[in-house]
């Protein structure tokens, strides 16, 4: 059988399928449906400092094979999630990765920093991308500049590997990639969702009260592979690519222009045992083109 | 909770965009109890792209029966199902409306809304006296009145605002009257929001267990996306899938 | 009945559904499917000076709800489409809008010069923003700059109402429609393709010769209506809205957000009389709201 | 060209992931000659955004035939229609065959490239001998085999990769035998692209009239969007949709 194991340079991963922040909740809503051990690793719903009650409803709003989401980060806050980790880590012995969130520079490194003392936490993602804790969507990663200051700050307080999960709403998002890295993030991980609008013509109001929300699932996977592969080529880093990925071929996809990883997101909502299905397809599709080991189209598309 | 696939048994149209299937889906029937949901999977393809929650109207294994309204794609995909076909399932979901032995309940069903009170009825009806409160816009609302009349009930009141089926007026208008005389110790309530925010209103201060179903939309159906949130009086949101969707109905902040 | 006509300032249409470039061909295409008089307006596919070949197969690759399409402004050149003009105003009394292109300025302003002196044709809209000339993507629309300049050399040898065509694909696209409409624009026509990779995991090379291509449809009109919406608040000449319209809502939707008209693309592909039934559609969802005439909710979103 | 609701009369699964259609649509029907194809719309969501085409087999007014092979999402869902259901049908398109009456006509199908072959044998068959050769990769890529015994043929040549119908081997290696043996004034062929390709080379120089169907990828089927374009020996590209879908095949610039 292909070898699936994914060599990030500071760890390594027995597959390269990991779960989304935000659409795999606190990992245990899924124990019903697979074990998780299956996966290479999983991200845990974005953690601010304090518990967050999130945005009022609608949170969601369906597209044409699209979600745009307005979750605001709600949350428990990182105290109940140590709890909440320790109890997920005496299930599986999964990679967990904490995606880390703050509201500015200072929250960001203190989150990041309690959850580099937790020995039951493998990676940190670090959240510079959402765009629904501020109105119009803004955050740090669409500016190379701030995203260099915040990704310095948190990498002084941590001694976990830091991943840093990058926004397509940014004007260059190479140069965001190229200052997190130069920074000292450890990996890169794009994209968030897209930046997009969707309105009421009976109320004559936005859908969502932050008026824009973030656009993810199959809809966006030819712009998320463009960014993907632009961000590959200039890194030096291993770099963890997603949106829209529904099956094994898709994360191929985004393999083939240089991910050393990918990310699985919305489409666990429509089909709770699809990450596990797409460590499987990843594998039945590699035996089918011949292929031992990921590392030999990692970044092969001839372009 | 099983990711089941279901094989339709009987498709039927029942009139007013209104239809009911029967499916078989024995792991999911022999789990099933009054008040759950399933999600179901209504296209093969990416759009539309989420399942839909759909009440459970009835189990019996190995048989489940879903009712329901075609309002957008995805419950018109739902309407082209036959026999023969098969439908990705999810469930059962959600909390469930406890049986409350040896207390007088009223059911309160607007609408679509009668689904999780018919399971209600045709769990523990037999057991004891039940009294139903059914309403709609007008007849083609309530095609599910004929299968009513099978259950054993106490009393059944049925209002429709045009008139074209039992009383004249909203359900609301007549609730006053019958919770005087029908003396419930709790009612059951399911429908469109307007109709229990304004139960809400009524039955405050009673001193009657009311318990209500919501509806949200719905990402996951299993608590994993946090998108069924609904904001509670103490400020604090609930998730409508796996908190509920079974509430008090004195805890909600109802919008109206 | 709900009055659907549209005062651009310059011209008045009889309603706001006009029929996007490239994906209405020449008109005629669409004779045996509805009177094209239903119409606003329709503009021509692209053209440039000369014949052009266009790009080889594959042209087209379908996504989730989207199409990404890399035609390469395949076509018969300026002189030819002087007589598909002239033979299709003979047919129909829709006002015609031509697509201007050019591989460079000159390019742009020449082609521009032949069709503002053409009375059959009512407007020009200048495209800018295809991703599909260049490899990479690159257009002029993606930087505020080269637009200013560009847009006044076209309007210094134009007559009729100029239509600059933007690019979803540039960094800060409200900095771009400034630029165009203080250098002369009538109007602003928005969102062209959104770039996007397919990619061939049996072949590991891109689907497209081109490599990127561009994204159309259902799939993008969340981001297009965003991209809309912001484009809005800053114009001050009138907008014409676009990015995955299919039925009567959608288009509201824009105008919602502050477009004059919009544009029906890709739709028209999957169903050749689109057009015709979106105008009905509006009409008839405007009197279920009891709207009486569009500016009535033209940019009254409130948000 | 009629943008027209078919009504499915019959659906057969021929097997080996072969589907038949029998669709009641009089408008089409009464138009259609043999070559031509329809633009079907395979679901009432946005995905597939596209329509799919596919030839049509057979016309008897009010009724077509479709026959395709499940590939994709697209063909998937088609394979689900059922008696009763409706499919939009936007048809006929294209240019089709020649009748080419006095000629020896020779017809070489490649898989489902029977479609538009079995068309012309059913249209003009009965006024003149017709030789057909007809072949797959195995039996199960052959299933229509049993309708093209129903057609009046001079002959009929089998051939199947792995040998489990008729002669084992491809097509093309019987060809030059054929040729030489029946002495066709013209061919038409329609298969896939490799089959195509090689027949150019084999007719080449015969001084036949060789004519074939292709497929492309198509946006809408009628000329508009320049999605279906293939290159020619000249340089230039030809619109398969519209120009097409027949050509002469030595006007092709075929890629293997
Ligand atoms: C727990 C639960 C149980 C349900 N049980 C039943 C049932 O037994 N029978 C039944 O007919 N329906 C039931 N519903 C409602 C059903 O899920 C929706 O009608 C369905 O999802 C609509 O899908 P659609 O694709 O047809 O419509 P869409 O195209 O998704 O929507 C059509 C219109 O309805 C609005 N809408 C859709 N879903 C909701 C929602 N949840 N709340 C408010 N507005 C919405 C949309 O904004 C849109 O305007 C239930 C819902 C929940 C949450
Ligand atoms: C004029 C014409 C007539 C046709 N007639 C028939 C017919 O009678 N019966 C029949 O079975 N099929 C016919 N086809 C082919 C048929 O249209 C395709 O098989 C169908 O569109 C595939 O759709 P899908 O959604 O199932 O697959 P998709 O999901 O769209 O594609 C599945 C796979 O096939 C590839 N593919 C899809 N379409 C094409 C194409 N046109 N060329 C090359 N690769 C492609 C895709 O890249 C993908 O790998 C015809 C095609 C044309 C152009
Ligand atoms: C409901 C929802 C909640 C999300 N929450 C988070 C989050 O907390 N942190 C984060 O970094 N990304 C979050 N995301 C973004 C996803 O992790 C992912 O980047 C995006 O959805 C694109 O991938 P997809 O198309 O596979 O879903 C969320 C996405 C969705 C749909
Ligand atoms: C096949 C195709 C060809 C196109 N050609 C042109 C063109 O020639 N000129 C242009 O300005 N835009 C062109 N476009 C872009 C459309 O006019 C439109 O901006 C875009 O498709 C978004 O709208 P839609 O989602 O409704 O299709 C083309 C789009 C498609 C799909
Ligand atoms: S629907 Fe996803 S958490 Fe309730
Ligand atoms: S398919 Fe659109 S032009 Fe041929």
Redesign the pocket.
């Known amino acids: 059988m292909a070898d699936l194991s994914v060599d990030l340079g500071f760890r390594t991963l027995k597959n390269p399928v990991i779960t989304a922040s935000g659409t795999f909740g606190y990992g245990e809503e899924f124990l019903p449906f697979f074990d998780l051990d299956i996966l290479g690793a999983l991200v845990l719903k974005g953690i601010f400092l304090e518990p967050r009650p999130g945005n009022p409803p ?1 949170r969601l ?2 597209t044409p094979a699209g979600l745009l989401n307005s979750i605001g980060l709600a949350g428990p806050g990182s105290a109940a999630l140590q709890e909440i980790i320790r109890r997920l880590h005496a299930r599986t012995a999964v990679p967990i990765i904490v995606n880390v969130c703050g509201e500015n520079d200072e929250e960001f490194a203190e989150v990041a920093a309690i959850f580099s003392g937790l020995e039951e936490v493998a990676m940190l993602e670090l959240n510079i991308s959402c765009p629904n804790v501020r109105k119009g969507g803004a955050c740090p990663a669409q500016d190379a500049g701030h995203t260099a200051r915040l990704v310095r700050q948190v990498k002084d307080r941590v001694r976990k590997p830091l991943i840093v999960k990058l926004s397509p709403n940014a004007a260059d998002i190479v140069a965001v990639a190229q200052a997190a890295q130069d920074s000292g993030a450890d990996a890169l991980s794009l994209v968030n969702t897209f930046l997009g609008l969707a309105v ?1 013509l009976e109320t004559r109001r936005p ?1 969502f009260a932050n008026v824009y929300a973030g656009l993810s699932g199959p809809a966006i996977k030819p712009l998320a592979l463009r960014l993907v592969r632009e961000v590959c080529r200039r890194a030096y880093v291993p770099v963890i690519g997603m949106g829209g990925i529904t099956c094994g071929r898709d994360a191929l996809d985004f393999i083939l222009v240089g991910a050393s990883a990918v990310q699985v997101g919305t489409v666990n909502f429509r089909d709770p045992a699809a990450a596990a299905r797409i460590v499987s397809e990843i594998a039945l599709e590699m035996d089918r083109l011949n292929i031992k080991d990921l590392a030999e189209i990692r970044g092969k598309l001839q372009a | 909770m099983q990711d089941e696939r279901g094989l339709i048994e009987e498709a039927r149209a029942l009139g007013g965009g ?2 009911l299937l029967k499916i078989a889906a024995p792991l999911i029937a022999a789990a099933v109890r009054p008040g759950h ?1 399933v999600m179901a999977r ?1 296209s093969p393809a990416m759009d ?1 792209l ?1 399942r ?6 009835e189990g019996r294994p190995p048989y489940i029966w ?13 309407s082209g199902l036959r026999h023969g076909d098969s439908l990705d399932l999810l469930g059962p ?2 909390n469930s409306f406890p049986e409350m032995p040896d207390k007088r309940v009223l059911l309160i069903a607007g ?6 009170l018919f399971h209600y009825a045709r769990a523990y009806g037999e057991r004891r006296p039940l009294v139903l409160l059914y309403g709609g816009r007008g007849k083609a609302d309530l095609p599910l009145l004929e299968r009513i009349k099978s259950l054993t009930l106490q009393r059944l009141f049925v209002f429709s605002e045009d008139g074209s089926l039992g009383q004249k007026g909203l359900l609301t208008d007549g609730l006053e009257k019958i919770v005087r005389e029908e003396r419930p110790d709790a009612t059951l309530s ?1 429908g469109p ?1 307007a109709m229990l925010a304004r139960l809400a209103g009524l039955l405050k201060g009673r001193g009657l267990n009311n318990l209500a ?6 990402g996951c ?1 299993f608590g994993a996306c946090h998108g ?1 949130a609904v904001p509670t009086v103490s400020g604090a949101f609930r998730k ?2 796996d908190e ?2 079974v509430f008090p109905l004195e805890e909600i902040q109802w919008r109206t």
């Open positions: 609608p709003h369906e009421d859908v | 209104y239809f949901f209504v539309p989420l839909r929650p759909l009440g459970i109207l879903l009712y329901f309204q075609v309002l957008g794609s995805g419950t018109r995909l739902l979901l959600g609408g679509r809304g009668i689904v999780p399911c929001e179903s919501l509806e949200a939309r719905m159906g069924c409508v899938c509920g969707p």
